[in-house]
T-cell receptor, first 115, second 114 residues
Framework: AQSVTQLGSHVSVSEGALVLLRCNYS??????LFWYVQYPNQGLQLLLK??????LVKGINGFEAEFKKSETSFHLTKPSAHMSDAAEYFC?????????????FGKGTKLSVKP | DSGVTQTPKHLITATGQRVTLRCSPR?????VYWYQQSLDQGLQFLIH???????AKGNILERFSAQQFPDLHSELNLSSLELGDSALYFC?????????????FGEGSRLTVL
């Protein structure tokens, strides 16, 4: 069975600083991995996804993530944080063998950006 | 705008009552997924429908049920409500059932049970 673990329920950075949100996965088969963002009172929006093509995946709003099989990780980064990046971020893995397309989500990491 | 529409956005009701949440998927999407988001449990998969047929169940209580209609909209029925059912309920849609495509989420229905 697939699962993801997000390290750190809260991360705080200063505006302009590097953003690093950690996600580790567990999967017995090559995983398909996703990062979603949830702004207050909104639904989840896809930032980027890894589906076994390039290991470095670029997403929207300047975010990117690198798939590292040896570390079973898919950490999300952004070189320079902006105030508008404050939101909750969810890592997810496709439930292969389960519901055909269902995603299994981590607990989420709330990102705060200080001016 | 994801193209997924959920109604109502907010709902306040009492314990023991029954409510229905509605979801209209993106145009052309055949798959509908329901999730529950709560502070203690996070995002939990409830149920998946594809083109009117139930495909999989997740952590869905027996008091809850869902269906997908011929026009592809879906309804999630929650009955004998308890305080612990207070949560944000999301609907998501997807074109096909493959594992690589992303889900498109609605803005959710916030249920408060008093």
């Amino acid at each position: 069975a697939q699962s993801v673990t997000q390290l750190g329920s809260h991360v705080s950075v200063s505006e302009g600083a590097l953003v690093l949100l950690r996600c580790n996965y567990s999967s017995s088969v090559p995983p398909y991995l996703f990062w979603y963002v949830q702004y207050p009172n909104q639904g989840l929006q896809l930032l980027l996804k890894y589906t076994s093509a390039a290991t470095l995946v670029k997403g929207i709003n300047g975010f990117e993530a690198e798939f590292k099989k040896s570390e079973t990780s898919f950490h999300l980064t952004k070189p320079s944080a902006h105030m508008s990046d404050a939101a909750e971020y969810f890592c997810a893995v496709s439930d292969i063998g389960g519901s055909q397309g269902n995603l299994i989500f981590g607990k989420g990491t709330k990102l705060s950006v200080k001016p | 705008d994801s193209g997924v529409t959920q109604t109502p956005k907010h709902l306040i009701t009492a314990t023991g009552q029954r409510v229905t949440l509605r979801c209209s998927p993106r145009s052309g999407d055949l798959s509908v997924y329901w999730y529950q988001q709560s502070l203690d449990q996070g995002l939990q998969f409830l149920i998946h429908y594809y083109n009117g047929e139930e495909r999989a169940k997740g952590n869905i209580l027996e008091r809850f049920s869902a269906q997908q209609f011929p026009d592809l909209h879906s309804e999630l029925n929650l009955s004998s409500l308890e305080l612990g059912d207070s949560a944000l309920y999301f609907c998501a849609s997807k074109t096909a059932t493959g594992n690589t495509g992303e889900l498109f989420f609605g803005e959710g229905s916030r249920l408060t049970v008093l």
